[in-house]
Each structure stands twice: as C-alpha cells, then as structure tokens.
C-alpha cells in the first residue's frame, strides 16, 4: 500500500485534530466538500464543528485565525491556492508576523499554501511565493519535497508557536508516493543531503528536488557524482549544510521554481559567497523560472519553470561537460 504526498497532508491534519483539541481547520470548501484538492475529505464528518468553511475573504480568515490565536487555539488554515494568500498578506506579515514581539503573545497558526505550477494553470495559481514571506522576521517558511516531510513537517507546523507557511506543491500531490508514512523526522530547519556527491552541489527545494535527482542520474553516465541538498524549509535556512556540501565539492548550483529577484536561490548563493568563498572552484550559479508572470500554454510552461533538461544544462556548464 503507497500514500501519496497529498494523502500524507491529510493524514498530517486528521491526526493534528485528534492529538490536541486546540487545533481546527478553517478554510473556503474546506467542509463538507473536502477542500479544492481534497486535502480535506471526510475530515469535517471525523471531527464535527473543528473542520469549518470561511467566506471568499483571505483577509478575514487570517484576522480570525490570529485571534483565535491569541486565545489560545492553534488555526490550521487553507488557502485554496498561494496566489489568494496575498489578499490577507497585511495580517500575515504586519500581525502574526510581529504579535510575539509585540505582545509577548504567540501565534501560532499554520498556513497550507498550495503552491508551484502545473500545467495550464496560468498566472494566478501557480506562483511560489515562498521568499516573500520569508523576508519578514517571525515567519517560518517550510516547503517539503517528499512524501514523509509533507506529514511530519506539517506536524511540527502546527506545534511551532509562531506563525508557519507550509509551502507544499500541487505537483506533488498525486506524482508522489512513499510506501508508508514515517515514525521519525529530521526537525524543521535542517537541510537533507537527498544524494552524496563529490563534484557539484545542486540545493534545491520542493518540486525541484526530484528534478535535480534525475539529472544526478542521468549524469553518472558522464563521470560526474552530484550532491543533492534539499532545503526542507527555507526559513530557517541550513547554511552549514549547504557550505559544507560545498566543502566536498567546490561547486555550487541552486535551482528554484520561483522568479529569480531576491529568491532564495539568490540568497543561498549570498551566504555561500560571503561564509564559503574560499570553498568555490567555480562561480556559484543559480537557475530559476522565467522573469515573467506564468503562462498557461503547457508548451510554454514547461520552459517558463527550471526542469531536469535545463538543470543539466546548466550542471554541464559548471562542470565544463
């Protein structure tokens, strides 16, 4: 029997709402109907009055998450997609962000972003927009790759008393399977070496993760043994695992789905330059979507976003293949 990354989310959530009667769920169809993925079904008939729906008003669900916060309840909240987040941004970075330093208070609510593109999906529900919460103090960002982090991260999540985005990708919600779910996890803010290597380290996070596998496979075939770091969160950020990788390699190349303007790519390569640059062989590299608003077309979507082809591109490049 295999559950997939999205059936772990669910999972995640059903045994939040079992283990400590402070956690509901609030969200738009997040009821009865299951949510816009699903990663809610049968959740409301399992946990009557705790799985509740919230009006079209992103603003409003996050306010009264916050509140609901400050009194003592640990929110778990569903945007039906990232993009929409962005509507309640004031009380997610100018609130929650600051209430523990204000107050003395914590705020500790969990925000599901469904988040990344797929095809067709277009500009309004495919943009990651993990790094622009990341820029604001009190926020921790997490954005899980696998089958087991998608569980145990959320998890952590919702016992963190400060305010989470839980980046997890609409990609992997099907395309992802484990054989079971894990009774162990690595805490949040470490980095995970997915793939030893001795002669390139590629970080990468969230869907980009198995893409920076298949080209370390595919590239064995040419002499060449890649590092694949996953970042698991990017906020905290592993930057010990990083510089270290790099140590055994001397060689870095960062790939993100996201654009690439003050990305976490960016700011990967920032701290390597500045704690590591004697460790560098080469120019730290990165590779990321296009500078560009996501466009629908699958053919034009499929060049707009890092993949295995590009990334390998850019792989040979470094090391002058």
Known sequence: MSITYLEAIREAQARALADDPRVYIYGQDVGAFGGAFKATKNLAQEFPGRVLNAPISEDAIIGSAVGAAIEGMRPIIEMQFADFSTVGFNQIVNQAATLFWRTQVPCPITIRLPFGGTSGSGPFHSQCIEAIYAHYPGIIVLTPATVE??????????????????????????????DRLPTEAMPVGKARIARAGRDLTIVAYSAMVHEALAVAEELVSEGAEIEVVDLRSVKPLDTD?????????????????????????????????????????????????????????????????????????AARNLLGL
């Open 241 to 313: 695992t990083v510089i270290a990788s790099v140590a055994r390699t001397g060689r870095l190349l960062c790939v993100g789905e996201a654009w690439p303007w003050g990305g976490v790519t960016a700011e990967v390569i920032a701290r390597v330059a500045t704690e590591g640059f004697g460790l560098l062989d080469a120019p730290p590299q990165r590779l990321n979507a296009k500078d560009t608003p996501v466009p629908y077309h699958p053919n034009l979507w499929s060049t707009h976003r890092p993949t295995a082809r590009s990334i390998a591109v």
């Open 149 to 178: 982090d998608a569980y145990s991260m959320l998890l952590e999540a919702v016992a963190i008393d400060d305010p989470v985005i839980f980046c997890e990708h609409k990609y992997l919600y099907y395309h992802l399977k484990a």
